[in-house]
């Protein structure tokens, strides 16, 4: 009888780690009305990015092993990472790590830039963070706003208000 309760308890143990440790890959994608270039300079200027990614500043010398960081309005660190891959004007794949997560393990972000005749697709894909962490720190909503603000500003000139 004890070792069919401990077994029991070993079971629930190891289910709850796992889902715990899930991972799910979380895809964004929006149509703009601007040119590959234009939306490829959006993801890569600092200049750009403080206007529609939470006030946030890129910086990078955009080369595969090199490191960016994006840095806010106080010139802290709000996130940074490593570029894994890049093929300029079309495909960048980093590791992220937020600053507000602390200690939280790196995810992979990738930015993937394709021309669809007179527009351009953006497909954002956030993988290697477990569902919780995703969840908790509102990862879906940032994503959809970074997204969305962006392609407000390269089609009216304009970013949407922060929600921040």
Aim: glycine letters at 6%; one cysteine or more; hydrophobic letters at 40%.
């Amino acid at each position: 009888m004890e070792y069919s309760v401990t077994c029991r308890a070993l079971f629930e143990v190891k289910r709850r780690v796992t889902i715990i440790m899930s991972t799910t890959s979380h895809v964004y994608e929006i149509i703009i009305d601007a040119t590959p270039e234009t939306v490829w300079k959006a993801i890569t200027d600092g200049e750009q990015t403080q206007k529609y990614y939470f006030d946030g500043r890129v910086e990078s010398d955009w080369k595969a092993g090199s490191t960016y960081h994006y840095y806010g309005p106080d010139g802290s660190v709000i996130s940074d990472g490593n570029i894994v891959e890049i093929e300029a004007q079309s495909h960048l794949k980093t590791t992220w790590r937020p600053a507000w997560l602390g200690d939280a393990p790196a995810s992979t972000v990738i930015w993937d830039v394709q021309s669809v005749g007179p527009v351009t697709l953006l497909k954002l894909t956030h993988t290697d963070v477990d569902d919780a962490t995703f969840e908790e720190a509102q990862f879906h909503v940032g994503w959809i706003f970074v997204i969305s603000s962006m392609k407000s500003l390269l089609e009216t000139g304009k970013a949407l208000p922060s929600i921040m």
